[in-house]
């Protein structure tokens, strides 16, 4: 079988999950160090959503485990990610600088402080593998870049992992409960959101 993009690798595996498996399974004790590192290099290069390796993640080692090994991957991408950012600031900025998602963000953090940051990160929807990057330009210390990007991924992280055990386990039920909270929650937020966003200008700080 002949693979010839990172992109193919990645969809190959998404629609074979078994074969997955088996792969990392192959490396035995250092199976969790395997995933750990193709989940960083997800984030880093960004050839699928994030949600389609902490879904597999939970499928390969079960909600706890991969939960662990999805969030130590994500931590380490995310902070490759705004390290690159942050040291080759002219490369980046002057391309991300004619993205739309971009512009948005950055006029977004500009009336709503850190916090539209971590929303960002919290709720689904937004390209958060690209976020690491443009937060990277932002002057924001690693330390709270490292903190509300792993706060605000550990929900939507611990719902894919336990939907990929509860898949893996055949526990439609599980599965279904799972889904049906997300889509009630992020329902919940597309709703609210004006009210959230008023409450947020009321008592926003600018990230100077």
């Known amino acids: 079988m002949h693979i010839s993009s990172l992109w ?97 963000l950055e006029r977004f953090m500009q009336q709503r402080g850190i916090i539209a940051a971590f929303l960002c990160y919290l709720f689904p929807g937004f390209p958060k593998d690209y976020l690491n990057y443009f937060l990277g330009l932002f002057p924001i210390p690693f330390r709270i870049f490292l903190l509300i990007m792993i706060i605000g991924r550990i929900p939507g992280t611990l719902a894919l992992a336990l939907q990929g055990a509860s898949l893996y386990e055949r526990n439609w039920i599980m599965f279904a409960i799972i889904a049906g909270i997300s889509a009630f929650l992020l329902g919940l937020f597309y709703w609210k959101r004006n009210s959230i966003y008023q409450y947020l200008d009321k008592n926003a700080h600018s990230i100077s």
């Open 8 to 104: 193919e690798w990645f969809h190959f595996f998404w629609e074979n999950p078994e074969v997955l498996r088996e792969t990392i399974e192959d490396y035995g004790a250092l199976a969790p160090l395997v995933f750990i590192a193709i989940q960083a290099l997800q984030v880093v290069f960004a050839p699928l959503p994030g949600e389609v390796t902490g879904f597999v993640a939970g499928y390969l080692f079960g909600a706890f485990w991969g939960f662990v090994y999805a969030m130590i991957g994500i931590a380490l991408g995310s902070s490759i990610a705004f390290f690159l950012a942050r040291k080759f600031r002219h490369f980046f900025g002057k391309r991300l600088a004619r993205s739309p998602h971009f512009l948005k």
